[in-house]
């Protein structure tokens, strides 16, 4: 048996198993979006990163990279394993078709290939963020950290990862912006801050060489 995963997420980049081969390539039908939550690796309880997945949209493509993993039942086993604790946050598995970069764009390369999404819906799946104004999402994920790192990182590399298969994501790149100009922000108001906190007492007065006298003390001297 052959396991194909699709990655759109931190697997471009990191997929954490072992695989024979990778295919760079896109999934008709959906876009990336950054709707879940997560709560144990970028992010916490109280204040929850925000993580990529897809949301279905007709006549959209999301690109990503395809892994291949051969070798036999075990091999399969391993992997998906390794998936679903990694992938927890995300509560359904879909089977997609997956197009090679430079290929057919009507005939997929990869059939029944595996990715993991999030099903939209607050009530039953409590990992679902659910949309928000771009400038919200960006002041969350500026903020956001968890045991294994901050969220900003996250789609740093991700942006990184999109350009480096050679297609950047839009709205990944205008997310990443608005996190920038976030933390200039933060930033700015530490350095303030700081200079506050350092300005001695006495260069808030004037020198005393900048009184002048009153005027009934030079009428006394005259």
């Keep these: 048996m052959v396991l194909w995963v699709f990655g759109y997420g931190s697997l471009i980049w990191n997929p954490g198993f072992q695989f024979d081969e990778k295919i760079i390539g896109f999934i008709k039908g959906y876009v990336r979006c950054f709707d879940v939550a997560c709560i144990d690796h970028r ?22 990279a395809a892994f291949c993993v051969r070798g036999g039942a075990e091999k399969e086993r391993l992997a998906m394993e390794y998936l679903e604790r990694r992938e927890c946050e995300y509560d359904e598995k879909t089977i997609v078709d997956v197009y090679e970069e430079g290929g057919d764009p009507l005939k997929p390369a990869v059939t029944g290939a595996l990715v993991f999404t999030s099903t939209p819906n607050k009530e ?47 709205f990944v ?50």
């Design 173 to 222: 790149i205008d997310l990443t912006n608005g996190v920038r100009k976030v933390l200039a922000v933060i930033a700015k108001q530490k350095e303030n801050k700081l200079i506050a906190s350092h300005v001695p007492l006495n260069s808030l007065l004037l020198p005393l060489q900048h009184l002048l006298p009153l005027p009934e003390a030079i009428a006394m001297d005259s």
């Design 43 to 64: 992010g916490t309880p109280e204040h929850p990163a925000r993580t990529c997945s897809l949301e279905a949209k007709e006549g959209e493509i999301c690109w990503g």
């Design 124 to 170: 039953t799946n409590k990992y679902y963020l659910g949309p928000a104004p771009l400038e919200e999402m960006a002041s969350q994920i500026a903020t956001a950290f968890g045991p294994c790192g901050n969220n900003r990182d996250y789609l740093f590399l991700l942006e990184k990862a999109m350009y480096g298969i050679g297609h950047p994501d839009d």
